[in-house]
DNA sequence: GCGAATTGTTTGAACGATCAAATCCGCGGT
DNA sequence: ACCGCGGATTTGATCGTTCAAACAATTCGC
């Protein structure tokens, strides 16, 4: 009942009447070996039931085919702790299909991600490192990079001098263009003074987001209707998180407003948004989120959508080369080391929270 | 400028000038080996900063260290879809005190599922697998059981016919109870005609969790306001997602119904309730989840929380007993086969989406 | 038809660790 | 002195694979 020991290459070797190589030859370099040769082999590996056993492989090769990703903190949780979770969903998927694994680790801050890394490495157990959540000079992108650690950031390095610097390879979304989108989606349906509630100055990411909603505004109402001062006046600024978001506009709703609707920079800043509006007694007061979470789905919220496939994508293509699977050497690199990818907005209209439709009718717009 | 060569075991056996072998002992058995000798052989580690190559390790001692986990597929995700996520989150920290590592798969159905167990087993890329997502007669146990893979189902395998079967562990949340206590808490609040919003009878989980409203109906008001007949009238039915939770109550409410509140098995069926009574013009209907999603946060809604980190912990426990550091053999095995965790009923008061609370008073009540 | 190039296959060595058995060492007992 | 004993340390073998070089079998050019 003992568990049979699995075969190996000799096993299929000797049933085959070739030699290890031969087979080890069928299996990483087919085109090599004669036809008839092949087949018979392939024959003694399938009546064998034989796989090649991995770490063997690893340790001969000092590669992995393995992918570390840190899964930070339960306590960040958070509805836009779920981005964090699709991306990991979509990387997995596509790192399958690559013939990758993903590995998952924690650590409490910088310095303990950058032992794990520091673990990984020496241990051979990841080819390569994705790195989330960058912040102003993360100092993880500069021991990586030190260190010759391949790796790709998601979200682009703020801190870095030069963003086009090969050493620091990065795949983020364009969060200008995606707020662009949701401003110009209002400017559409006849609206003006279109809000921006966002977080407090400072975070690259942030920043970003914003910019598109400036450059929105100054292009579709020109200087008269969006100068500094006038953006200035419908910019609104709290911390992340429903309640902050829900406190700070029931304020502004106190003290009246011309605003008539509000692009946010998340899905936890709009639902708080939302829920304050509402409660005012705005039923059609129109609001966009940005990351698409389920929550928005589930409230009818429309929302800025990630398309975290794509970033999986390009994260892999950074990481293997176009087409490849393996990972590369930063030295093996050609051609851009970065990739900004377009969001794409998704328009809803449910009409209990946010109803986005004009009186009343279920016309016109896009829809997914 | 080529990454310098990682230091080997024999770079720190002639360091501290001593053999391969007794520093392989400081690193696995330190009490075998004299103190002296001990300090030595640690001093030369860190002044070369050696660290173990896993995939040698792996190779010699036939372990990986790593536990596998299928991430399903994107399409699934939804409100619940997180708690899976919140799981793997828990798991991986948990993991990671016990020296293992997590490792994310991909599968689209359960033969591929499968298929990737064979994979994984064979290339020794991991020791133990967590099965989630049981279902009746679930033939991925029944191919982890008969070829001796190390697993834990976190689900109950439903359709079984011995649940105490050795040879299928499981850990599952005891959701009858967490149901028990949210109609409790309602029925200490003077309601009496709570009603119950599942899924169609037939699956396992749900079954399980309406039991526990049953049960509890039973217990408050004994036979006469809970016969069958009673019971059976306060019970929707309906598919699980928010939408078609709102489109049953929307119809239920329409035609006029004593309902006083509301306990769910899922936390979009509650937000979709909620929405359709807050619609309707029941401001203060009550309404309890089950998951604790960040949505349910987010809202407001009072939600029963599965504990997933107890989960994680007594995934592992059985997995690896009590402390152990290594995966045990099925027949290596003492003790329970399975673990049954008690969820924990969270009460929120927002007062805007659900309130709970009676007549405006923010009084009594737990809180976390 | 013979050496040279080409293709296909085999052989020894290595990857870096742990296991199992052998060796070394100090010490107490007869 | 000698033997035996037990703890500390070392030595040889091994895990399953791929690399690099050697070897065998064809094909090619003239």
Redesign the interface.
Same mark, same amino acid.
């Given at each position: 009942m003992t %568990?049979t020991p699995?075969p190996t290459i000799d096993d299929v070797a000797v049933a085959a009447g070739v030699s290890r190589q031969t087979v080890s030859n069928v299996l990483n370099a087919p085109d090599i070996v004669r036809e008839a040769t092949r087949q018979k082999v392939r024959d003694a590996i399938d009546a064998l039931?034989y796989? =090649? @056993?991995? /770490? %063997?492989r690893?340790?001969r090769t000092q590669t /992995?085919s393995?992918i570390g990703i840190r899964?930070? /903190?339960?306590s960040r949780?958070?509805?836009s702790?779920?981005v964090l979770? #699709?991306f990991? @969903?979509?990387l +997995?998927?596509r790192a399958?299909s690559r013939g990758m694994?993903?590995?998952?680790?924690?650590a409490a801050d910088e310095a303990a991600e950058i032992e794990q890394y #520091? #673990?990984l490495r $020496?241990?051979? $157990?990841v080819d390569a490192l994705v790195v989330t959540g960058t912040a102003y000079g993360d100092a993880r992108l500069d021991w990586l990079a030190d260190?010759?650690v391949p790796f790709v950031a998601f979200g682009r390095p703020w801190g870095s001098a030069d963003l086009d610097d090969p050493r620091r390879p990065w795949v983020d979304v364009d969060g200008a263009d995606g707020v662009r989108q949701a401003t110009v989606h209002l400017a559409g349906r006849g609206l003006r003074r279109i809000g921006y509630l966002g977080w407090p100055d400072g975070s690259g990411t942030g920043d970003d987001r914003r910019s598109g909603w400036v450059a929105a505004m100054r292009e579709l109402f020109g200087d008269d209707g969006a100068a500094d001062a006038d953006l200035e006046a419908l910019t609104i600024r709290t911390e992340e998180g !429903?309640a902050p978001a829900r406190v700070e506009l029931e304020r502004l709703l106190a003290g009246g407003t011309e605003l008539e609707a509000l692009v946010c920079s998340s899905d936890?800043l709009a639902?708080g948004a939302m829920?304050a509006v #509402?409660?005012a007694g705005h039923p059609k007061f129109p609001v966009i989120g940005f990351d698409n +979470? =389920?929550?928005a789905?589930? !409230?009818g919220l429309s929302s800025v959508d990630q398309q975290l $496939?794509q970033v999986a994508l390009a994260v892999l293509d950074l990481l293997m080369g176009e087409h490849g699977r393996r990972v590369l050497n930063p030295d093996e690199i050609e051609g851009a080391r970065h990739r900004l990818v377009t969001p794409k907005l998704i328009v809803r209209r449910s009409s @209990?929270?946010a109803p986005v439709d004009e009186a009343g009718s279920t016309a016109s717009g896009t829809n997914e």
């Open positions: %568990a699995l039931g796989r =090649p @056993h991995a /770490s %063997a690893r340790l /992995s393995t899964l930070g /903190s339960l949780g958070g509805v702790g779920a979770d #699709r990991l @969903h979509a +997995t998927e399958d694994r993903i590995m998952l680790f924690t #520091r #673990r $020496d241990g051979a $157990d260190n010759g !429903v936890s639902l829920m #509402r409660e +979470t =389920p929550v789905g589930a !409230v $496939d @209990h929270l």
